[in-house]
């Protein structure tokens, strides 16, 4: 797991429905249920830019559009290419921010569906 010299994190919030399939039928997260997620993205650099950043919190806007016009308020099994999984939407924040975001620095996506559960990405 590679680690920068210097990292920032900036916390996005959403809500958001899903069904979890192929659980047994007595599983409650089978059932539709909501959630109020905490999204979580770590930038990261071995040197800060010219100004003393990792990145301008600013650059992050496209972030926090993305969030709002796409997952918030929204059933996630309708928007989302895979099972809506917390381990499996801090992959795909991880990659949509990487590669079609064009954030470069983004090291680690971490997803909260409750204030007692975290699941991570870092590849």
């Not at 590679?2 to 599983?27: A, D, T, W």
């Not at 010219?50 to 796409?70: A, C, M, P, T, W």
Request: glycine share 4%.
């Amino acid at each position: 797991m590679k680690r920068c010299v210097y990292e920032i994190e900036k916390q996005f919030h959403f809500s958001s429905s899903h069904v979890l399939n192929g659980l047994p039928e007595s599983h409650p997260c089978g059932r539709l249920h909501g959630h109020n997620y905490i999204a979580v993205f770590v930038l990261g650099a071995d040197e800060l830019n010219e100004v003393g950043f990792v990145v301008d919190y600013r650059e992050l806007d496209s972030i926090k559009n993305y969030i709002d016009n796409e997952l918030d308020h929204r059933h996630l099994n309708d928007v989302l290419p895979m099972q809506p999984t917390a381990e499996n939407i801090a992959k795909y924040l991880f990659d949509k921010t990487k590669n079609e975001l064009g954030i470069k620095e983004i090291v680690e996506v971490k997803i909260s569906e409750t204030p007692k559960t975290w699941a991570s990405y870092r590849p």
